[in-house]
């Protein structure tokens, strides 16, 4: 659940209803746009080549007209808070076909929603407490150190065989 903390205090919004396009083809490229800046979001939306892109932008002009006209807002100070395309009703016509059949066409529509927010402060991070240091009477004593554990070696290897004979010899 979100809390309070988690929205910001001054939101502004704008909607594009009855957009001729499906829903699914615009939040490929809201998906972009979301989280940045409003002029990131304008660069991003200028390069993309989606139809989607255009009534986007259209959509992300107007919330920065209503966040500038209405709560005098600075339209470059903004965040995209939340971007959205709802599903419209969608237009159903028929194409004639061969032997008398027909094909049904959906014609989909979709509702497009920006929120504008103003850019939180930017905060400093947390800085991690150091590490407790153990007291003196804790610290255990130079000479009741733990000795060194080494890695177990292979045992040497023996004298040469002409060794051995002579010795058996």
């Known amino acids: 659940m979100a809390t309070s903390s988690d929205t910001p205090e001054m939101t502004v919004r704008a909607q594009a209803k009855w957009v001729r396009m499906s829903a699914r083809k615009a939040r490929v490229v809201l998906d972009h746009i ?7 979001a304008r660069t991003i939306l ?11 932008e ?18 470059d100070e ?7 395309a709802d ?3 969608t237009l159903k016509r028929w194409r004639a076909r061969a032997r008398g059949r027909v094909n049904r066409i959906r014609k989909r529509t979709c509702h497009v929603t920006l929120v504008l927010a103003e850019r939180p402060e930017p905060t ?4 991690r407490r150091a590490a407790a240091k153990p007291k003196a009477e804790e610290q255990p004593a130079a000479t009741e150190s733990k000795p ?3 890695r177990a070696r292979k045992p040497k290897a023996t004298a040469p065989k ?8």
């Open 34 to 40: 979301r989280g940045r800046s409003v002029p990131e």
């Open 46 to 56: 200028a390069f993309t080549p989606r139809a989607a892109a255009t009534e986007i």
């Open 58 to 75: 259209k959509v992300l002009r107007s919330a920065v007209s209503n966040a500038e006209a209405n709560h005098g807002l600075d339209g």
């Open 78 to 84: 903004l965040l995209v808070y939340a971007a959205y």
């Open 87 to 89: 599903e419209g009703p």
């Open 124 to 127: 400093t991070p947390r800085r």
């Open 148 to 150: 060194k554990t080494t």
């Open 162 to 169: 002409e060794q051995t004979e002579e010795a058996v010899a």
